[in-house]
Nanobody
Framework: QVQLVESGGGLVQAGGSLRLSCAAS????????MAWFRQPPGRDREFVAA???????YYRDSVKGRFTISRDYAKNTVYLQMNSLKPEDTGVYYC?????????WGQGTQVTVSS
């Protein structure tokens, strides 16, 4: 059974940092594009960052310079280091893995940034 399990969310003050982890199991995700999405309160889910199997990374403009996505192939895990957090970064953060027609979602982890 394929699973993506996020962890590392929580409550942090503005300017603080959090590191999210997404542990994959059930298959090897080394060739998958792994990504983080988030859903702010009352809004649609939105793209945050992605990392391809080869290591190329992509970010939404509002997090560039503050967030860093990385992956540990040996641990089948993807990370999102979030620095200089802002209240507008609040939301449920979801991990996604995709390749071709296959895609998988985690259950989400809550990130709340207080002002």
């Amino acid at each position: 059974q394929v699973q993506l399990v996020e962890s590392g969310g929580g409550l942090v003050q503005a300017g603080g940092s959090l590191r999210l982890s997404c542990a994959a199991s059930g298959r090897t995700f080394s060739s998958y594009t792994m990504a983080w999405f988030r859903q702010p309160p009352g809004r649609d889910r939105e793209f945050v960052a992605a990392i391809r199997g080869g290591g190329n990374t992509y970010y939404r403009d509002s997090v560039k310079g503050r967030f860093t996505i990385s992956r540990d192939y040996a641990k089948n895990t993807v990370y999102l280091q979030m620095n200089s957090l802002k209240p507008e970064d609040t939301g449920v953060y979801y991990c996604h893995g995709g390749i071709g027609r296959r895609d998988y979602w985690g259950q989400g982890t809550q990130v709340t940034v207080s002002s």
